[in-house]
């Protein structure tokens, strides 16, 4: 979609409405100057305004930069050594500053700007005349879908927050709500985006949310919240629609590349390009390219700061494919000093260079979304988009849903052997595997998924939600299986880590209506 269409002035405009609402400084108007009273008027408005709620993607808070930090790094499956000692601290649950800004405050900021932008649009879009109803409904379906994606990162994240449902201006003191009343909304408005959304559209047009991706978030939300029977509902809807609307592509490359983009496996992806090569601010040069390569990259090549856990190349090396060669999504997703090695038919160069001992010595970097298979150093304007949610995932997810609703093993095990069996994994069965075993129980069954997920979607951004979902951050037992896999969980306290602290800069303005977390 926004590789299709322009979504920078609409983000200037968006700008510009949401600053026009404040102060009458000297009750002055610049009648060039489009104000919420004088813009929503038309069908065009509405799309400016949608598109501009979807420029969101491009603010450092959110999946373009230090969102990754988040979820891949403060997981097990990664860490940072950057030198910024308090970027890696907020990786490793070192939390001193609760207003440090990369960390914290600016994934608030981002989120809460995004909701802003989609409440616009739902609040003023209902009263623009429209020539087909259905074309309406698209717009608020897309805006329903986004402020949900949203209120799911808060969720996840600080457990709590406000729950705001319409444009507000300065002087609103936010007032929170429980993580029980964000999924409620998150449930809401993902229930009716699915209703409106079309299955699929049109090339102009790809890239925007689909009822799948609706329903895949959707079941997403359930199962954070353990509702695994009405997760299974919605993932089988796009189940239903595998050969048709949804599928795996053969090659897992395919969906971590600018060249394959929008492809069957694709349920919903960012359309990141490196066509505009400015800032992160609201002007015409915004910066639309995927920023996370620069921060993963090898030194020389990029900036280091985010690293893989070794376990991850364990854990893939535990079982050989039919051909008896590695697991090809180990050479994918990580890079490592013994990787030539391991995979002696591969490429062995690393952005077009060997391996540098003194300057990366034994530790793993992450491959996956690098663009090492086109050019020899990253930047900040990556062309490959984000697959925010891959049918892999589904498979996975429907497979979880059916063990934990009484399903058996066996009949769960169809869907992880679909991922498992793609023609470039080509790993056995797991009925023919060496963790056969994992068919014997349902709690057999769900630690192998645990993962089976890790080796088919590490560095994709969900296995913090995971953790949480399988309550492994809820234990010293579970937080001990984590510390054998990544010591930064021995600084990790129950009851306290497994949420972030809400910014304190917005605690303390909120005249006592948003109060910190506990513990913190």
């Not at 989120?111 to 020539?131: C, D, G, H, K, W």
């Not at 879908?145 to 996840?156: D, E, G, N, S, V």
């Not at 000093?337 to 690393?350: G, R, T, V, Y």
């Not at 793609?422 to 998924?449: G, H, I, M």
Request: proline letters at 4%; a negative charge; charged letters at 25%.
């Amino acid at each position: 979609m926004m590789k299709r269409i322009n979504i920078i002035l609409c983000g200037l405009l968006a700008a510009l409405i949401y600053t026009s609402c404040s102060h009458d400084l000297l009750n002055i108007e610049n009648p060039n100057e489009p104000t919420t009273g004088t813009f929503w008027k038309t069908e065009d408005d509405a799309q400016k305004g949608l598109n501009a709620a979807y420029s969101r993607f491009y603010k450092e808070g959110t999946w373009m930069r230090w969102l990754s930090f988040r979820y891949d790094l403060t997981s097990d499956e990664g860490w940072s050594t950057s030198p910024w000692n308090e970027l890696a601290d907020w990786t490793r649950f070192n939390y001193v500053n609760y207003n440090f800004w990369e960390g914290n405050n600016v994934h608030w900021e981002d989120f809460y700007v995004s909701i802003y932008r989609a409440n616009q649009v739902l609040t003023y879009v209902p009263e623009i005349p429209f020539e087909n109803s259905t074309d309406k409904d698209r717009v608020i379906g897309q805006a329903e879908f986004l402020r949900a994606l949203w209120y799911f990162q808060i969720a996840t994240l600080w457990e709590k927050g406000a729950l705001v449902l319409e444009p507000k201006d300065g002087s609103y003191k936010p007032e929170e709500v429980p993580a029980a009343e964000l999924w409620a909304q998150v449930e809401a408005d993902l229930t009716s985006a699915a209703a409106k959304l079309p299955d699929a559209w049109d090339a102009e047009n790809r890239g925007r949310a689909t009822a799948g991706a609706a329903k895949a978030l959707l079941a997403k939300a359930y199962m954070q919240q353990h509702k695994f029977a009405e997760a299974k509902s919605e993932l089988q809807w796009l189940i239903d629609r595998e050969n048709s609307l949804y599928g795996l592509m053969d090659d897992y490359m395919d969906n971590f590349t600018h060249y394959n983009e929008n492809n069957k496996e694709s349920v919903f992806e960012i359309q990141f390009n490196d066509e505009n090569k400015g800032g992160t601010g609201n002007d015409a040069s915004m910066a639309t390219g995927f920023q996370r390569t620069q921060f993963y990259a090898p030194g020389g090549i990029g900036w280091q700061d985010g690293k893989a856990r070794a376990w991850l190349v364990g854990e893939y090396k535990r079982e050989k494919n039919l051909d008896g060669d590695n697991d090809i999504r180990l050479y994918h997703n990580l890079y490592y000093k013994s990787s030539p090695a391991d995979f002696p038919d591969e490429n062995p160069l690393i952005y077009g260079r060997q391996w540098d001992d003194g300057a990366w010595g034994d530790h793993l970097f992450i491959r996956k979304y690098s663009t090492g298979y086109y050019r020899d150093r990253e930047d900040y304007f990556a062309p490959n988009n984000y697959r925010l949610i891959r049918y892999a995932d589904v498979l996975l997810m429907y497979a979880e849903c059916i063990v934990e609703t009484g399903g058996s093993p066996e009949e769960a095990a169809v869907y992880v052997d679909k991922v498992r069996r793609r023609p470039s994994t080509n790993l056995p069965t797991l009925q023919n595997s060496v963790f056969a075993s994992a068919l014997n129980s349902k709690e057999a069954f769900l630690k192998r998924l645990q993962m089976e997920r890790a080796l088919e979607l590490c560095f994709e951004g969900w296995r913090w939600a995971d953790l949480k979902r399988w309550g492994l951050l809820d234990t010293q037992t579970g937080i001990d299986e984590l510390k054998s896999r990544d010591a930064d969980f021995n600084n990790f306290i129950v009851d306290k880590h497994k949420r972030l602290p809400i910014p304190q800069i917005e605690v303390d303005n909120s005249d006592g209506k948003l109060t910190q977390n506990p513990n913190y």
